[in-house]
């Protein structure tokens, strides 16, 4: 039996004919009669007996119809709970973000929320390949994540994927090197160099990779780092050259350190935030993406 026809058996019962309900629920007649019927075959005794030209409830359909009124009163008080739910602005919500995003946005977004009436946000960092981003809105109601410009999309209906930022990656050098008195470097200025990188699947190797396929000199790889602190710090020693974010990469940079744009190959990656689309229902989530947008401009300023 569905809610629907509960309701139905409810209203027959209060108002005494079919020709009532149906107008009561804007439906048609034989609308309301059909799904009556179809109640009736989950019901061994009957529920409705002829009286003159009426359809009145038997003595066995006025006690499934008063049951059915607790049932359509706890499913209103439900829908009233979730509204409530969706609409307050102070909610809890659990923000991901890889490492340098975690660096250098989960700051500010806590105190652009830091008012009485803004979300309670629960951060984690995840600093996963790009193929496992999408699975991590399972466990938490937004993602920020990070793809390059020509890697796969994400998958098509599985998230809602709301643009962040689209961020170049830059030769990180010491304040020293040669090659920081250049404005900007190609392909053939860094191929020689040592160099510190991420591990495979992530934005600095396959910015790295097209690196050597633009040189034709497949990059000397000393060190695989993830964590930008790291490279930054290996990089200031002066011994390798690294791939940076322009904007989240720096809360990692020290004074030894500068950044010189790449030309000739394309070092922009995108970074996105996902949701599941029931996720983007609730006020409070969609307070904190603003406030994500807001940090975020403030970075690119």
Not at 23 to 30: A, F, I, K, Q, R
Not at 34 to 48: E, G, H, I, M
Not at 230 to 242: E, Y
Not at 264 to 279: M, N, Y
């Amino acid at each position: 039996m569905e809610l629907h026809q509960l309701e139905m058996l409810r209203e027959l019962g209060e108002l005494g004919s079919v020709k009532a309900v149906a107008e009561t629920l804007s439906v048609t007649p034989s609308a309301v009669s059909q799904q009556l019927a179809s109640l009736q075959k989950n019901v061994d005794a009957p529920l409705t007996r002829k009286e003159g030209r009426n359809l009145v409830l038997t003595e066995a359909g006025q006690v499934l119809a008063d049951a059915g009124a607790t049932v359509v009163s706890a499913m209103a008080d439900a829908r009233a709970a979730i509204g409530g739910y969706r609409e307050t602005r102070n909610g809890i919500v659990t923000v991901s973000g890889f490492h340098s995003a975690g660096q250098a946005l989960f700051a500010p977004l806590l105190r652009i929320l830091a008012g009485a009436d803004s979300p309670s946000v629960r951060l984690s960092d995840e600093d996963v390949a790009q193929q496992d981003f999408p699975s991590l809105t399972a466990r938490y109601d937004l993602v920020l994540a990070h793809r390059l410009d020509h890697s796969p999309p994400w998958p098509e209906g599985k998230v809602t994927v709301l643009p962040l930022a689209r961020e170049p990656l830059d030769v990180a050098l010491a304040a020293g090197h040669p090659l920081a008195a250049l404005d900007a470097l190609t392909p053939l200025d860094v191929a020689d160099h040592d160099w510190v990188t991420s591990r495979g699947g992530y934005s600095p190797a396959d910015v790295l990779a097209a690196v050597g396929a633009v040189s034709s000199k497949p990059p000397t790889v000393v060190h695989r780092i993830n964590d930008y602190s790291t490279v930054a710090a290996l990089v200031a020693t002066g011994s390798v050259l690294g791939l940076l974010p322009r904007y989240t990469a720096s809360p990692a940079l020290s004074p030894g350190v500068t950044l010189r744009p790449l030309r000739g190959i394309s070092t922009h990656r995108r970074i996105d935030i996902l949701a599941r689309p029931e996720s983007l229902k609730r006020r409070s989530v969609l307070l904190v993406i603003d406030a994500l947008h807001e940090a975020m401009a403030e970075l690119v300023s």
